[in-house]
């Protein structure tokens, strides 16, 4: 069955460092989608791509999708104890059809 | 507006058992999904309806199945619990396929 793979598992950084979080498929996605999910509280939708090779920021976050639709990547700009959390990539491969979550990258940032 | 509710929040069950967890999507939405998470990995898919009708199933046993009333809510029923069936269950909503999915904040199942 499809895969969504994310690396790393984890990841520790001091605040104002980047962060960057690495999402990959077994197989072509029709989008993908990316999540957070604080301590103690459930996924919150942060984005969606759907075109290959699209770009998208929200203020200090930059989604990416691969040009293959098999790879996606989320960045941080100079990190804040705000972001907090374990962020996961959501890979949809039939449009309409299922969202298949990676394992998460867990965010430390110490102040 | 509401966002997803599920009830309840918090559920202890002896293993054999029978749950009930209910869900009700955000006002308007049609699609709604059921996952299942264990501490510290991803939400794992269990079910998705559309309009009320079952549009996918995930590796799950035949011991959970899943309705979506005309309402749009939905139940998750899980028979014959199981100690590894203790996990946070998740119901999310979205407006239309293919759009980002509103999480409830889910129900936290142990089975002793």
């Known amino acids: 069955g ?14 104002g460092e980047d962060f960057t979080t690495y999402c990959n498929s077994s197989t072509t996605l029709s989008n993908i989608q990316w999540y957070k999910q604080r301590p103690g509280g459930h996924p919150v939708f942060l ?17 990416q999708f691969g040009e293959a639709k098999k790879n996606s990547s989320l960045h941080i700009t100079a990190t804040q104890t705000t972001d907090v959390g374990t962020y996961f990539c959501a890979g949809v491969v039939t449009s309409g059809s299922r969202l ?4 998460g990258t867990q965010l430390t940032v110490n102040p | 507006d509401a966002g997803v509710t599920q009830s309840p929040t918090h559920l202890i069950k002896t293993r054999g058992q029978h749950v009930t967890l209910r869900c009700s ?3 308007g939405h049609k699609s709604v999904s059921w996952y299942q998470q264990v501490l510290g990995q991803g939400p ?7 309009e009320k009708e079952e549009r996918g199933r995930g590796n799950f046993p035949d011991r959970f199945s899943a309705r979506q ?3 749009y809510s939905s139940e998750l029923n899980v028979n014959a619990l199981l100690l590894g ?10 407006q239309d396929l293919n759009y980002g999915y509103t999480f409830g904040s889910g129900t936290r199942l142990t089975v002793v």
């Open chain 2, 44 to 50: 794992q898919f269990i079910f998705q309806y559309y």
């Open chain 2, 69 to 71: 009333f005309p309402n």
């Open chain 1, 2 to 15: 499809q895969q969504v793979m994310q690396i790393p598992q984890y990841q520790h950084v001091q605040e």
């Open chain 1, 47 to 63: 984005i969606q791509l759907v075109k290959s090779g699209e770009v998208k920021k929200q203020k200090r976050l930059t989604f």
């Open chain 1, 100 to 103: 298949t979550f990676g394992e």
């Open chain 2, 25 to 27: 999507p955000i006002s």
């Open chain 2, 85 to 94: 069936d203790s996990a946070l269950y998740l119901c999310a909503s979205s």
